[in-house]
């Protein structure tokens, strides 16, 4: 299936720890993106990829460290979690930066919960 | 104040009414999109419009860009398209990125 893919869908842990979402897509899309969705539901980005070089990086704690290997991979690592990491993470991709004419891919989320 | 605005942020319809969903922006764009989130969680990208409308299957999307609106409508509508509807501006700062609306929970009664 052409999808963008997460691992894990959910995720468990500590307050203080370090954890990795992994995203993939096999769309030959160049751009790929980690938007963040609040409690209140509320989606905001957090860090874009083109060809592998970092485009946005919003206000995001340093604890976040965004990794693309290639242009069809970008993980996201979380240093010392806290709990208002807390929150469903979305991958994304898309052919240009814009979201081209077929607009945004979005893969299913990670639902993250720092206890 | 948020640069994208949705309004209803709730709506409740009875099967087969005409739906409207409105979406306002106060900065210039390149484009204008409407998502959908289903219960589940998944979301899925319905529309980017940069001028006029859109038509897919029973949704129809408009923009003006004088005005900065955007409209999300749906006809005859169905149980099925109970979701949170979003609308994401992309705009320029330095790179394009996208703003997001607060969504519309769309609950439509059989």
């Known amino acids: 299936d052409t999808a963008v893919s997460q691992t894990p869908k959910y995720l468990v842990t500590q307050m203080g720890n370090d954890k990795s979402i992994k995203c993939e897509q096999n769309?030959?899309?160049?751009?790929m993106y980690w938007y963040k969705q609040d409690s209140k539901k509320f989606l905001k980005i957090m860090f874009s990829y083109n060809n592998k070089e970092l485009i946005i990086n919003e206000t995001v704690p340093n604890r976040f460290s965004p990794k693309s290997p290639d242009k069809a991979h970008l993980n996201l690592h979380i240093n010392s979690l806290e709990l208002g990491d807390s929150a469903v993470y979305f991958c994304?991709?898309?052919?240009?930066?814009?979201?081209?004419?077929?607009?945004?891919?979005f893969g299913s989320g990670t639902r993250l919960t720092v206890v | 104040k948020n640069e994208v605005e949705q309004s209803p942020q709730n709506l409740t319809a009875q099967e087969g009414e005409f739906i409207t969903i409105n979406c306002s922006y106060s900065?210039?764009?390149?484009?204008l999109h409407w998502l959908q989130q289903h219960p589940g969680g998944g979301i899925v990208s319905l529309f980017m419009?940069?001028?006029g409308k859109k038509k897919h299957g029973r949704l129809i999307a408009t923009i003006n860009i004088q005005e900065k609106h955007s409209s999300l409508h749906i006809t005859a509508s169905h149980p099925r398209d109970s979701a949170v509807y979003i609308c994401a501006a992309s705009i320029i700062q330095g790179a394009q990125k996208l703003v997001f609306g607060q969504g519309t929970r769309l609950t439509i009664n059989p």
């Open positions: 900065v210039g764009i390149s484009a």
């Open positions: 994304a991709s898309s052919q240009g930066l814009g979201g081209s004419s077929y607009g945004y891919t």
């Open positions: 419009l940069s001028s």
């Open positions: 769309l030959g899309h160049d751009t």
